[in-house]
Nanobody
Framework: QVQLVETGGGLVQAGASLRLSCAASGRTFASYGMGWFRQAPGKEREFVAGITFSGSRTYYGDSVKGRFTISRDNAKNTVYLQMSSLKPEDTARYYC??????????????????WGQGTQVTVSS
C-alpha cells in the first residue's frame, strides 16, 4: 500500500510558475511509475505527465508539453511537477498517482493503483 500526499498548489497569476510535490510512503516507491493528473470542475480527469520508475523516461499531455516538467527523487520518495507559463485553463485540482507495475506510457486513470487527495491550482488572468 502506498499513500500519496500532494503539496504546492495555490493561486497564481497567468504566466507564473509553480512546483507541485507528491510525497509517497512505503519502501517500494522506486519501483512505481508515477503520474500527475488534473481535474477541473465539470470535466473528466486528464492526464498531465508521467515518469517511469527510474526516471529515465517522461511523457506529457499535449496541453502541457513544453511548459511542465515531471521529475522524481527516489531517495526522497517524492515526485515533482514543475509548471511554467501557467494559463487560466490550467486551473484544476492536481492529483498524483502511482502505478505499481512501473509501466511506460500510462495515460489512463485506470492504469494507476494509488491516488493522492489532490492539491488545487488556480491561475488568474
Amino acid at each position: 500500500q502506498v499513500q500519496l500526499v500532494e503539496t504546492g498548489g495555490g493561486l497564481v497569476q497567468a504566466g507564473a510558475s509553480l512546483r507541485l510535490s507528491c510525497a509517497a510512503s512505503g519502501r517500494t516507491f522506486a519501483s512505481y511509475g508515477m503520474g500527475w493528473f488534473r481535474q477541473a470542475p465539470g470535466k473528466e480527469r486528464e492526464f498531465v505527465a508521467g515518469i517511469t520508475f527510474s526516471g529515465s523516461r517522461t511523457y506529457y499531455g499535449d496541453s502541457v508539453k513544453g511548459r511542465f516538467t515531471i521529475s522524481r527523487d527516489n531517495a526522497k520518495n517524492t515526485v515533482y511537477l514543475q509548471m511554467s507559463s501557467l494559463k487560466p485553463e490550467d486551473t484544476a485540482r492536481y492529483y498524483c498517482a502511482a502505478d505499481k507495475f512501473g509501466g511506460v506510457g500510462r495515460l489512463l486513470t485506470e492504469e494507476y493503483d494509488y491516488w493522492g487527495q489532490g492539491t488545487q491550482v488556480t491561475v488568474s488572468s
